[in-house]
């Protein structure tokens, strides 16, 4: 399969902050880490890793703008196209030493997600999307799974903590969906979890109080593999409302009704 210029660029980005993480990933005890609330953990490995592709993005195409986990917005000359960067997704997993980790980045084309990879350097596996073109792993093409019914399924989610969400909400679609799946995977990494999505491995996910940078990539991923995503009410506003649902049509439509049972 032959990669457009616009994806080589991102992979490429995204394999060289890959190899900084790998490097940081092998000497975790190591690094510098600071709290920027409860729970909420960055280390230097996070900032190197967005230095790395913010330097690889801006060199490739000037003046497109940016919004990043750590950095923040970065209005460029070109408001039109804007990078969507998550550096590392699953720094808690990544501090621990568990090889659940990825790189997240997309670009938005007028307020439309574009383009998509990400990359979790552990497992060296790489996912790219773009509009219209269909989902990758590796250059193997990807497809949504096909089961239907959610009493099948098997389910991803994220769970807050200490200092983030709405913990009895989060109690009840907890509890209101593992009545009626085959099984819960909690990974730890949204933008992997949705990149497994479009890669078949679990047939649906959802998670609230996530943030673009986690989900930009991961959503076109999905779509592109024939699947749907969606905010918690089934409609479009996913980066408003920080909720996410993904799966095929008929799974992502029963997990849409099962969360929002509210007793
Ligand atoms: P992060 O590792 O980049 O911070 C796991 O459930 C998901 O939630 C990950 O994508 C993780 O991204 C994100 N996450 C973890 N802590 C968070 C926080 N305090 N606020 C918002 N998102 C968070
Ligand atoms: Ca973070
Ligand atoms: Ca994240
Ligand atoms: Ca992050």
Redesign the pocket.
Known sequence: MARSAIINVMVQAAMKAGRSLARDFGEVQNLQVSL??P??YVSQADRKAEEIIYAELSKARPGYSFLM?ERGAVEGDDPQHRWIV?P?????NFLHGIPI?SISIALERQGQIVAGVIYNPAMDELYTAERGGGAFMNDRRLRVAARSKLSDAVIGT??P?L??GHHGMALIELKNVMGETAGIRRL????LDLAYVAAGRMDGFW?N???PW?IAAGILMVREAGGFCSDGTGGPHMFENGTIVAGNEAIHKALVKTIQRKG
């Open positions: 920027k609330g729970g909420d986990e998550d590392l997704d699953g720094t808690t980790f994220g769970v903590h200092g983030r730890g990494s949204a933008a998670e109080w996530l943030s986690d």
